[in-house]
C-alpha cells in the first residue's frame, strides 16, 4: 500500500499550489494589460516567471522528506517579496478593495512561506561538530 504525503510534502503542496493560483492570474493580467509596455511588462511578467519557475522547481523536488532547496528558496522568496510589495501596496493611491485583496494575498504567501521553512528548520538534522 502507498504511503500518504509527510506533513512536510502537504506544506509544499500547498505553497505550491497558492503560488500557481496567484501568478497564473497574474500573467493572465499582464498579458491582458494594453497599457503595460517595455520594462515594466518585462519586470511584470518576469516576476511571474520566476515565482512560477521556484514553484514548479520545488513540485519536482517535492518527493522525499528530505529538505527541499527549491521549497526553502520559494518559501523566502514568497516572504520577501510580499513584505515589500505589501507595504508598497498599502501606501499607494490604490482603491481599498485592491489593497484588501492583496494583503490577504501577500499575508497567505507569507505564512506559507513561514509555515515551510519553520518546518524545514525543525526537522533538520542536527549535527554535532565534536
Do not use: C
Amino acid at each position: 500500500m502507498a504511503k500518504g504525503l509527510s506533513g512536510q510534502q502537504k506544506r509544499v503542496l500547498a505553497l505550491v499550489g497558492f503560488t500557481f493560483l496567484i501568478w497564473l492570474g497574474r500573467i493572465r493580467n499582464v498579458v491582458g494589460d494594453d497599457t503595460l509596455s517595455g520594462f515594466e511588462f518585462a519586470w511584470s511578467l518576469g516576476i511571474a516567471v520566476l515565482f512560477l519557475g521556484l514553484a514548479a522547481a520545488s513540485l519536482a523536488a517535492n518527493r522525499s522528506d528530505a529538505l527541499n532547496l527549491w521549497a526553502r528558496s520559494l518559501a523566502i522568496f514568497s516572504i520577501g517579496y510580499w513584505s515589500v510589495r505589501g507595504i508598497q501596496i498599502g501606501f499607494a493611491d490604490h482603491e481599498a478593495a485592491f489593497i484588501v485583496v492583496h494583503s490577504l494575498l501577500a499575508g497567505t504567501s507569507v505564512l506559507l512561506g513561514a509555515w515551510v521553512l519553520v518546518s524545514q528548520l525543525r526537522d533538520a538534522p542536527v549535527s554535532n561538530p565534536a
